[in-house]
């Protein structure tokens, strides 16, 4: 099982990105896919998550500004970022909880680079 993500880049302070994660390989089926941030020098982070039920589940710092949402046909996750700030610097990782070959298990993303500054 492999996860891709693509949307990282620069963009000013109050700018939107788009962020997509595309889960690939044998899978039988995803329990949870979100994403997680790292700044420098930061503990890694909870963004946004959503479940196979489309429950989503934010960080306290994103609520109202970030949007998760999932296309299961694709077995892909998105996180649209609104409202921009600095202190969303970071490395996003796409997560995934994912039951494949008999077993639930982990997986994560490379990781993508959002820089927010003017």
């Known amino acids: 099982v492999q996860l891709q993500a693509y949307g990282g880049g620069l963009v000013q302070p109050g700018g939107s990105l788009r962020l997509s994660c595309a889960a690939s390989g044998s899978i039988t089926s995803i329990n949870r896919m979100g994403w997680y941030r790292q700044a420098p020098g930061k503990q890694r982070e909870l963004v946004a998550v959503v479940t196979s039920s489309s429950t989503t589940s934010y960080g306290d710092s994103v609520k109202g500004r970030f949007t998760i949402s999932s296309d299961d046909a694709k077995n892909t996750v998105y996180l649209q970022m609104n409202s921009l700030k600095p202190e969303d610097t970071a490395v996003y990782y796409c997560?995934?909880?994912?039951?494949?070959?008999?077993?639930?298990?982990?997986?994560w993303g490379q990781g993508t680079l959002v820089t927010v500054s003017s």
């Open positions: 997560n995934s909880i994912i039951y494949a070959g008999g077993a639930l298990s982990v997986h």
